[in-house]
């Protein structure tokens, strides 16, 4: 079992930044990503940004990826989402997600292991 608590969350104007934390604890094992996704209301949850904790590689969402970084800090079992020039359209609940057993693939989907979600809220 893996266990994820989100924090950071908060309401901001557009253009501001965010920085979202994630706690990371249990049976995580070597190989294992950790994801972002958020889920606006009345939309599907999106993938936003994924971190392999073994390799550091990361990968983002086009709509995200000039804006948005992924981090991890391995002393702390932490992973960051930090959000910069933050849009309207960027409100959402924010998930933290794991998988295991990925090897040195970095997946986008199937992940197995969700927090609780902090919600982001940009206004105009």
């Known amino acids: 079992q893996v266990q994820l608590v989100e924090s950071g969350g908060g309401l901001v104007q557009a253009g501001g930044s965010l920085r979202l934390s994630c706690a990371v604890s249990?049976?995580?094992?070597?190989?294992?990503?950790i994801a972002w996704f958020r889920q606006a209301p009345g939309k599907e949850r999106e993938f936003v940004a994924a971190?392999?904790?073994?390799?550091?590689?990361?990968e983002s969402a086009d709509s995200v990826k000039s804006r948005f970084t992924i981090s991890r800090d391995n002393a702390d079992n932490m992973v960051y989402l930090q959000m910069n020039n933050l849009k309207r359209e960027d409100t959402a609940v924010y998930y933290c997600?794991?998988?295991?057993?990925?090897?040195?693939?970095?997946?986008?989907?199937?992940?197995?292991?969700w927090g609780q979600g902090t919600q982001v809220t940009v206004s105009s």
């Open positions: 249990g049976r995580t094992l070597d190989y294992y990503a």
């Open positions: 997600a794991a998988v295991t057993n990925v090897g040195l693939n970095l997946p986008t989907y199937g992940y197995m292991y």
């Open positions: 971190i392999h904790w073994s390799t550091r590689r990361t």
